[in-house]
């Protein structure tokens, strides 16, 4: 490969369309973002097997990533009025987020200063933050409010014995948390991922679904399974009908990136033209065996009446708005990942993925799939978490309709990648330059925070 095929903007290309062709064709203009592409080249260095496998490692993201990061804990739903606390746990660690005054959210080590104990295990309202072991009670700011047998405390000074705090800050309706209090402002670290979502509103939504699911992986690896479609013609072979999986689009960024797939367009791999009701049944999950749920009109294209279907799909929830939403918008799968661990979808696709490890285990992890939905009036509860039975289907959570099943494809190949990389005889695994460049570009990020020498990686 020459240098001006590896940089940035000439990375090789899989056949069939580019998704910018394919936006050119569509009814309506998108938003600039979504014409601007963004690729990246990141090395053609492995990805050491260590990175998945290793304690050693785990231990590692423990002290420089979690410790240092902004990360998602919870949305501004879950604790709605003052003195509601939240209970957000990550890789052995947990936090508690309260609503402290109407318009104020303070985190804390979620930890009683006499003896250790949790202050909270589960989401309550309180008026103060008492320990149940022996009642030393701290203000919503933190402030310590009551000290039980004063007496016999005198190295204690009440003013000076308030709780650790973390940094906190929200951005469309998502709570985020940081430990380091010298951290950048959240605004700057999420940088032009702001203005990527200011159109498509995700705090005026409402957590329609929250299902959650333990996997035997690393959290990485389970994340990664999320980050291309380059698996789409093994694992969900359903979809090369109408999902352009290898002539995807991979955008990156910052501290964050973007994969855009198009619907509307057959697999570049595919050997047969399907016609646009084929496409419109693949899209709606229809089986080969079944009759089609919705008849394509005559001289329409999957695209532009997919697109309709969409806009009034959303009417009841946004109004006129859907009207602005454009075919791209409704029908593709555009999925962002933000640094570390949180994937929010474009548009009114609604679905948002959070992946973390499971305790302060390097070899288990839980992914979280929330649904955030519009609606009207006021703003509906959010759903508890639904946790999935070990080892059992995302099909018992019915609320993610056909997106269980396809969960499920994912869900062979998780468990089993893990068990590869721990008896794997080689130490590296050769990742695609641009179809799993947001993979590499994670990466890329990961060895900055953990700060892994580069050149050391690259031998």
Request: hydrophobic share 35%; proline share 6%.
């Amino acid at each position: 490969m020459t240098t001006a095929e590896r940089d940035g903007s000439s990375l090789r290309r899989g056949p069939g369309p580019s998704y910018t062709d394919i936006l050119n064709q569509d009814s309506r203009t998108v938003p600039e973002h979504m014409m601007v592409e963004s690729p990246g080249f990141f090395g053609e260095r492995d990805i050491p097997v260590e990175r998945y496998t290793t304690r050693e490692f785990h231990e590692l993201e423990k002290t420089k990533l979690w410790n240092r990061v902004w990360q998602m804990a919870c949305r501004e739903e879950n604790i709605p009025e003052v003195g509601d606390t939240y209970v957000y746990d990550i890789a052995g660690r947990s936090i508690v987020v309260v609503r402290s005054a109407p318009d104020e959210i303070r985190a804390f080590w979620n930890v009683c200063r006499h003896r250790g104990r949790q202050l909270c295990t589960f989401p309550e309202r309180v008026e103060v933050l008492r320990c149940p072991f022996h009642g030393f009670a701290w203000k919503l700011d933190g402030s310590l409010a009551y000290l039980p047998a004063r007496w016999d405390f005198p190295q204690i000074e009440f003013s000076n014995f308030n709780l650790f705090s973390l940094k906190v800050d929200t951005w469309e309706g998502f709570v985020f948390v940081n430990p380091d209090n010298e951290c950048e402002p959240l605004e700057e670290f999420l940088g032009d991922v702001a203005l990527h979502f200011q159109e498509w509103n995700l705090k005026d939504r409402y957590i329609e679904a929250q299902v959650a699911k333990v996997y035997d992986a690393n959290w990485k690896v389970v994340q990664e399974a999320f980050m291309e479609a380059f698996h789409v013609a093994l694992t969900h072979p359903q979809q090369l009908t109408r999902l352009g999986d290898t002539n995807s689009r991979y955008d990156t960024y910052d501290n964050f990136s973007r994969s855009m797939h198009a619907s509307g367009t057959p697999s570049p791999s595919l050997k047969w033209q399907p016609t646009e009701q084929e496409m419109l049944d693949s899209l709606l999950d229809v089986r080969i065996d079944e009759d089609p749920q919705v008849l394509m009109p005559d001289g329409r294209t999957l695209r532009d009446f997919g697109g309709d279907l969409g806009r009034e799909s959303l009417r009841g929830g946004i109004g006129d708005m859907a009207d602005k939403l454009t075919d791209a918008e409704l029908v593709d799968a555009i999925d962002y990942t933000i640094f570390p661990n949180l994937h929010p979808w474009a548009a009114y696709q609604r679905v948002v993925y959070r992946f973390r490890p499971h305790g302060d285990r390097h070899d288990k992890a839980v992914m979280e799939v929330f649904l955030l939905s519009p609606f009207t009036g006021e703003r509906p509860p959010p759903a508890d978490v639904q946790w999935i039975s070990d080892g059992g289907s995302w099909t018992e959570a019915t609320s993610l309709g056909i997106t269980a099943r396809i969960l499920d494809q994912d869900s062979t190949n998780i468990a089993a990648v893990q068990r590869g990389l721990e008896t794997a005889p080689m130490d590296g695994l050769p990742m695609a330059l641009y179809q799993e460049s947001k993979i590499r570009h994670f990466h890329d990020l990961l060895e900055r925070w953990l700060d892994i020498d580069q050149e050391e990686a690259t031998s």
